[in-house]
């Protein structure tokens, strides 16, 4: 069995538990991390006995979403850059195509690249105060790595917008109320036991029929993906080079506003 060090991954009957790991990192989504999910999920695609996996977390937070050093990292130099997008891309990918279905176990907060994974899920059970956005906007970016491609395919497109452009965070109970999570739940743990549930409940359906109805379902993701995924990856990799990326960088940890210079 693969060894990880981000997350762990472990099966029980027909159900496979996909878990983030690093509380003390708050499971931010570094090389390490997204080189192991994309393996895992690959791994997952092709065990014949999995037929439903869960996707949860560790910790206070789900994930705060992207590493600050890795994108000090890319704004300094092109190739660093572009291999992060060419991960990226492939992680996105390999959730956008998972053929089985998906249950997230979302009990505490997730940002960026985590709620655009999340989104392709096909069901989300959460808590009514855990928090959803992408503020990629906030740290200098264009929210490329998903967020173009899937706010839109959940919601009205107006609202994505609003989303997107201000990245101000949602709450599982506004999110629920907006067709976003399928169910809340009070607890971590009562989240956790209710996807499990639902995933215990669509593994002991046909399988050919549950597969096959997700593979033209995810035809529907994939006509946006086409049409605005690499565009969206390729305009974030420019504003990654931006000097307000490390003005971002900077203020966010300095806890002070930004002070942007457009360049």
């Known amino acids: 069995m693969t060894e990880y060090s981000a997350l762990t ?17 708050t499971n931010r989504f570094d090389t390490t991390l997204i080189t192991e999910l994309t393996a895992a999920l690959r791994a997952l695609k092709d065990d014949a006995a999995v ?7 560790t910790g206070k937070h789900f994930s705060a979403g992207g590493d ?11 190739q660093v850059l572009m291999r992060q997008v060419d991960e990226g891309r492939e992680l996105f990918r390999a959730f956008a195509d998972f053929p089985k279905p998906i249950v997230v176990a979302l009990h505490g907060d997730v940002f960026g690249i985590g709620s655009s994974l999340l989104l392709t899920a096909d069901a989300i059970v959460a808590t009514p105060t855990a928090r ?12 490329g790595d998903g967020g173009c491609v899937v706010w839109p395919a959940n919601l009205p497109f107006v609202r994505a917008k609003r989303q997107l ?4 965070p949602i709450t599982g109970k506004e999110a629920c109320e907006l067709g976003i999570v399928t169910e809340l739940e009070d607890s971590a743990e009562q989240v956790r036991e209710r996807a499990f549930a639902l995933a215990d409940r669509v593994a002991a359906l046909p399988p050919v029929a549950v597969q096959l109805t ?3 379902l995810n035809k529907h993701l994939h006509a946006r993906i086409d049409d605005v995924f690499d565009v969206g990856f390729y ?19 300095e806890k002070r506003e930004g002070r942007w210079t457009g360049a």
């Not at 305009?235 to 940890?253: C, G, H, P």
């Open 9 to 25: 991954l472990t099966t029980r009957d027909r159900v496979a538990e996909l878990r983030l790991s690093r509380p003390e990192l």
């Open 51 to 57: 037929l439903a996996v869960v996707f949860s977390s």
């Open 68 to 78: 600050f050093a890795a994108m000090l990292a890319a704004n300094a130099d092109h």
């Open 132 to 143: 959803l956005s992408d503020p990629h906007v906030h740290m200098g970016l264009v929210a």
């Open 165 to 168: 452009l201000w990245g101000d």
């Open 214 to 216: 997700k593979r033209a």
């Open 235 to 253: 305009l974030e990799a420019i504003s990654a080079r931006t000097a307000d990326v490390v003005e971002a960088v900077t203020a966010f940890k």
